[in-house]
């Protein structure tokens, strides 16, 4: 279920199965579509904090990360202009380290960290002896907290991310206004469907958070299931958690709700199946929200 933000950079391990990477998908439904839109991110504006020279290095050991690591330019023009495009893109960015070096062969990558600098983030290697080592940071001069923890829980601004083999129909759908509830509010849902007989049906959809480390979370969203013999529950999970809850299509809309425990970059998922001899998925997800809990 990820109606939600279009930059996707980690495994989900789905609840049934190996996890994919999920992949960026138009609509597969016969439905009508809603136009693909990523949550707005304000222009971002970049000031370099500090400039270290051989045998130093930035990373911390703690949760501020945000993997994984991007291979860029080792010309440094073009390199931190790659570093700035990344972070300008992932809404929890705040600070950057444009890193070279040299083995075999002249690199540079780029690292993402989701707190300002930290100088104590700095370590120091004398062993390094190559002179073209080098770590820059670049810190986000103007950013601010998202006002969406969830972004287009409602999903009116469509777009989904869906796991990359799927066998069902996932996607964003326009309600039907003439199909008393259809939906609850708004005009379009997220959609898992499949009524081919006969036949196993899976899928996923996930959504990327912005929630942070060592905070409590509840999720709410209102779902509707088909009631069927042959239709498994519907699961959710956020990758922090154990165990992920489900639930059994009782052919009305039905509030849920769930607490978790945030982690940077952190992906909710969302699942439906059927058994092999049945076939039948038919599930809908609207007004989905997540709100910190003190």
């Given at each position: 279920m990820q109606g939600l933000q279009n930059i996707v950079k980690t495994n989900v391990e789905l609840s049934k199965g190996t996890?994919?990477?999920?992949?960026?998908?138009?609509?597969?439904?016969?439905s009508s579509t809603a136009t693909c839109s990523p949550t707005p991110i304000p222009d971002r504006t970049f000031?370099?904090?500090v400039e270290k020279g051989l045998g130093w290095s930035y990373?911390?050991?703690?949760?501020?990360?945000?993997?994984?690591?991007?291979?860029?330019?080792?010309?440094?023009?073009?390199?931190?202009?790659?570093?700035?495009?990344?972070?300008?893109?992932?809404?929890?960015c705040r600070t950057f380290a444009f890193f070279v070096w040299a083995e075999a062969a002249l690199g540079a990558g780029c690292n993402l960290f989701s707190v300002p600098y930290n100088a104590s983030y700095f370590s120091y290697d004398p062993t390094v002896t190559d002179p073209f080592n080098y770590t820059n940071v670049y810190e986000v001069t103007n950013w601010s907290p998202p006002a969406e923890l969830l972004p287009?829980?409602?999903?009116?601004?469509?777009?989904?991310v869906e796991d990359s083999r799927p066998t069902i129909s996932i996607g964003v759908v326009r309600c039907d206004k003439n199909v008393q509830g259809d939906c609850l509010s708004g005009n379009y849902y997220l959609q898992l469907n499949d009524t081919n007989p006969a036949?196993?049906?899976?899928?996923?959809?996930?959504?990327?958070?912005v929630v942070l480390p060592g905070e409590a979370y509840k999720f709410t969203g209102d779902v509707k299931g088909a009631v069927s013999s042959t239709q498994e529950q519907l699961s959710v999970l956020f990758e922090t958690m154990d165990n992920a809850p489900s639930y059994t299509g009782t052919g009305e809309w039905e509030m849920i709700e769930f607490t978790f425990n945030g982690s940077y970059g952190g992906q909710l998922t969302v699942t439906a199946d059927?058994?092999?001899?049945?076939?039948?998925?038919?599930?809908?997800?609207?007004?989905?929200?997540?709100?910190?809990t003190f």
């Open positions: 996890g994919a990477f999920p992949k960026i998908s138009a609509q597969t439904t016969t000031e370099l904090d990373f911390s050991i703690v949760t501020d990360y945000i993997g994984p690591n991007n291979t860029v330019s080792s010309d440094e023009n073009i390199g931190i202009r790659q570093c700035k495009s990344w972070c300008a893109a992932d809404l929890n287009n829980g409602n999903f009116e601004r469509g777009c989904v036949r196993e049906g899976f899928g996923g959809a996930s959504i990327q958070l059927a058994t092999n001899t049945g076939g039948l998925v038919d599930w809908k997800v609207d007004n989905c929200e997540i709100e910190k």
